[in-house]
Structures are given as structure tokens and as C-alpha cells.
């Protein structure tokens, strides 16, 4: 049996980072960038006014009550226009006319003297007006050569709308690592229109892995289930490998039953083991080994708590790896419920989270821990992570927590 981070450390031995390819922004949402993004542009790319008013020349603070007429209009969109001297009346996000260098709100003036048509053509200040009030620099967001989005970013909509506004028409991405999902069990049932007859249950943790997989940046090829014997099971690696896979991740017969055919399976194909069982709980059977040629095997066992937990703390770190993502941060939360792990295991609890009077994280372990239970872990918000040495865990002991699920945040509730 091995150590979680012993584990991990052989995974990553053997998962390289993918190629990369160019990707058009508006299919990126959810890539990893395999290279940094230069802008060439600045940001804003002109200085523009940030309210409705009047562009003046401030250089020195022009009064209040002072009077000034107007030259002109500047609407967003009008080219550049050189000004002299005076106040022009411009819009928001207008470019300033050449010459002039700050904006009074239109509110904090009074209108003078204007055309029938209502055209402005004198105002006065009611305020004290300095060179650059209300006026939005050239380059102020974002310089022209600056790096803005470093390799390893994953694209969210925050990141596209900066990469749309610096004309970024396409980016270089990693490819999407390529996994098929076999789940093993003459028991589950794929379609969940058909009825149940005796000892039958509903396939979820295929489903499960595909939406996981899919939240932590994968391309799942394929999501099959076959019957409890190592042929079929061989067969459906040799499937994935014809395809392409990069990873393979499959759930039950893993452990040391009669019906437990994984590990031979593997044997008889030539694959070479990168450990099987891990000190942890739930989900201590698990299996890690490479085919020859390709691709990774990691075999969970079928349990469901055994499978999101596998899910979240050895195939998503193998998929950071292959996208060539560093170590995912790590964060704590104060323990509300106290915990008496078992030693020597690792391990992973379903936990709700809020957020206390002081404004503390804090995290509460879910009651219902077994393994079989997937109704508290929908109920959940992440994990508490509990250490081979925790010990006797107090409430308000600091402890590492995780969310639900790769590629989301925790969601913090206030205090209950």
C-alpha cells in the first residue's frame, strides 16, 4: 500500500504534457493556454472621456463659474479632431479632440446659450476643474507589449472578454486530454428508461465521470459499460487505445474478490503497475498502471464515494499535469465538527462550508460518510482533507479543503 503523495508523485512521472494547438477565441471557453498572450495593443487604445460632459483644456484648474463656449461635439466613434481652445460637448467613451485633457460631467455645468436645434454653445463650471478629471488614459488597463494571460490560465468568460478587447482573434491552447470512461458490472443498467429487474441498479458513475471530466478540461471519447469478465474489459482498452486515449479511467472489479479482474486483465496485456491500493479512505483499492504504447489506466473502485473521490484527487491532478497546469493552490477552512480519523489513511470527507461571524471559512462534515451514500455528497459543497498523521481533529483545528469538483470554486455560505 502506498501513500497518497507517493502516488501522486507516480502519476506525474508518467504524464507528460500534451502538444498544443490553435484555438479561435470564441471556441476557447474552458482551454488551458500553452503560451502566454501578448497584447499589441493598449487598453484603452485612446484617451476617451469616462461621463457625458464637455472637454476642456485644464492645464492649469480652471475655475468655478468660469464660462466657455462651445467649438464642438464628440460622439464615441468620431475620429480624431483637433481642438483649439474652448470646451466641446462629448459622450461617454468618445475620444478626447487633440488638445484637450479633462471632462466636467455635463450635470455639473449650466447651460448658457444654446442653438434651437439645442446644440450647446456656452457653458459655465460649477466646479473646479483640473487637468485629467474624468478622463480614461490610453494604456491605463493594459500596455501595448504587456504579457496579460500567462501559459497554464484556464479561459473562463472573464479571460475572453480581455482577449476580445486586445483583438485576439486566436490562441495557442494545450490539446484536451483524450479519456474513455468503462465502467465494469453485469449489474448497471446505461439507459435510465428501462426498468430494474432484481439485483439491478442504475449506471451513475459513468455519467459522473463524464460531467467531471468534462468540468476539469478533458475530451471524453467515449463512456461504456461491460460485463464482469477480463475480455471484455480487455477489449475496451483496445478500443480506447485504437481512439487515441491519453487516460483511461474505469470503476470496479479492482479490488481482491473472485470477480476483481482488473489487475489480471492489465497483467495479461503487459501493462506495468504503478502501485495498487493507497492509504486512504474511501476508495483504498485503487490501481495505476501504463499499457505498452499508451495510455495511463487508472482503475477505481466501483463504489461511488471511491469513484468522485479517485475523480478529484488522483485523475484531476493527472489532468493538470498532461494540460500543463501547476499544483492546484491550497486552501484551509477552520473544522467545525470535530473528527477521529482512523491513522495511517488519508482522508476524504463530503463537507459544507459557510463562512463565520469573524469572517471565517469554516468547514462542517457532513454526517453520512459511508462510501455507498451519494445523496449527501449532491447535498455537499467539498471536501475536508484529512492527513496519514491528522489525528484527533478538535473543532477549530485549520485542515485542507477542496471543492466538489476540478475546475470550480468553493461556494461560501454566510453564517448559518
Same mark, same amino acid.
Given at each position: 500500500m *502506498?501513500?497518497?503523495?507517493?502516488? *501522486? ?9 500534451l ?5 479561435a ?5 474552458g482551454?488551458?493556454?500553452?503560451a ?12 476617451h ?5 464637455y ?9 468655478a ?18 481642438a ?7 459622450m461617454?467613451?468618445a475620444?478626447?479632440?487633440?488638445g ?7 450635470e455639473?455645468? &449650466? ?9 450647446p454653445?456656452? *457653458? ?6 483640473? &487637468?485629467?478629471?474624468?478622463v ?6 493594459v500596455a501595448?507589449?504587456? *504579457? ?5 490560465t ?7 472578454m480581455?482577449?476580445?478587447?486586445i483583438?485576439?482573434p486566436e490562441v ?6 483524450r479519456?474513455?470512461v468503462?465502467?465494469t458490472g453485469?449489474?448497471?443498467v446505461?439507459?435510465?428508461r ?5 439485483g439491478?441498479?442504475?449506471a ?9 471530466l468534462?468540468l476539469?478540461?478533458?475530451?471524453v471519447?467515449s ?6 469478465t477480463?475480455?471484455?474489459y480487455a ?9 487515441g ?7 470496479g472489479?479492482v ?11 492489465l ?9 495498487h ?14 499499457l ?8 477505481l ?7 468522485a473521490?479517485?475523480?478529484?484527487f ?12 501547476g499544483?492546484?493552490?491550497v ?8 473528527q477521529q ?5 488519508r482522508h476524504?470527507l463530503?463537507a ?22 451519494i ?12 492527513d496519514?498523521?491528522?489525528g484527533d ?6 485542515v ?5 469538483d ?9 453564517l448559518?
Amino acid at each position: 500500500m *502506498i501513500l497518497y503523495h507517493d502516488a *501522486i508523485a507516480r502519476l506525474r512521472a508518467v504524464a507528460a504534457r500534451l502538444p498544443s494547438e490553435r484555438c479561435a477565441v470564441g471556441d476557447a471557453l474552458g482551454r488551458v493556454l500553452a503560451a502566454p498572450v501578448t497584447s499589441l495593443i493598449a487598453l484603452p487604445s485612446f484617451d476617451h472621456a469616462a461621463m457625458d460632459g464637455y472637454a476642456l483644456a485644464a492645464p492649469e484648474p480652471l475655475e468655478a463659474g468660469s464660462e466657455h463656449v462651445v467649438h464642438g461635439s464628440q460622439a464615441a466613434g468620431d475620429a480624431a479632431r483637433r481642438a483649439e481652445g474652448g470646451a466641446w460637448e462629448i459622450m461617454t467613451g468618445a475620444r478626447l479632440p487633440d488638445g484637450l485633457d479633462a471632462v466636467v460631467a455635463v450635470e455639473r455645468t &449650466e447651460l448658457l446659450d444654446a442653438a434651437p436645434d439645442g446644440t450647446p454653445r456656452r *457653458i459655465r463650471l460649477r466646479d473646479e476643474l483640473g &487637468e485629467g478629471q474624468n478622463v480614461r488614459h490610453a494604456g491605463v488597463d493594459v500596455a501595448s507589449g504587456a *504579457i496579460v494571460l500567462t501559459a497554464g490560465t484556464r479561459l473562463q468568460p472573464a479571460q475572453l472578454m480581455l482577449l476580445a478587447a486586445i483583438g485576439v482573434p486566436e490562441v495557442q491552447v494545450q490539446r484536451r486530454p483524450r479519456v474513455v470512461v468503462i465502467g465494469t458490472g453485469k449489474e448497471l443498467v446505461v439507459d435510465p428508461r428501462q426498468p430494474l429487474v432484481d439485483g439491478q441498479i442504475y449506471a451513475s458513475n459513468g455519467p459522473y465521470l463524464a460531467a467531471a471530466l468534462a468540468l476539469a478540461g478533458a475530451q471524453v471519447l467515449s463512456c461504456e459499460v461491460v460485463d464482469d469478465t477480463a475480455v471484455t474489459y480487455a477489449d475496451a482498452l483496445r478500443r480506447a487505445q485504437r481512439a487515441g486515449a491519453d487516460l483511461v479511467v474505469s470503476t470496479g472489479a479492482v479490488s481482491m474478490g473472485r470477480y476483481d479482474f482488473v489487475p489480471e486483465a492489465l497483467r495479461q496485456l503487459g501493462a506495468s503497475e504503478l502501485f495498487h491500493k493507497v492509504a486512504m479512505r474511501p476508495g483504498k483499492p485503487l490501481l495505476a498502471a501504463t499499457l505498452p504504447d499508451g495510455p495511463l489506466v487508472m482503475a477505481l473502485p466501483g463504489t461511488p464515494m471511491a469513484v468522485a473521490a479517485g475523480m478529484r484527487f488522483f485523475v484531476a491532478p493527472v489532468l493538470r499535469t498532461l494540460l500543463g497546469q501547476g499544483d492546484e493552490p491550497v486552501v484551509h477552512a477552520l473544522l467545525d465538527t470535530p473528527q477521529q480519523p482512523k491513522a495511517g489513511l488519508r482522508h476524504f470527507l463530503r463537507a459544507t462550508f459557510f463562512v463565520d461571524a469573524e469572517g471565517h471559512l469554516r468547514a462542517r462534515v457532513m454526517p453520512q460518510q459511508q462510501p455507498f451514500r451519494i445523496l449527501p455528497f449532491a447535498q455537499s459543497d467539498g471536501w475536508v482533507v484529512l492527513d496519514e498523521d491528522a489525528g484527533d481533529c478538535a473543532a477549530g483545528r485549520l485542515v485542507e479543503v477542496a471543492s466538489l469538483d476540478a475546475g470550480t470554486a468553493l461556494p461560501l455560505h454566510p453564517l448559518a
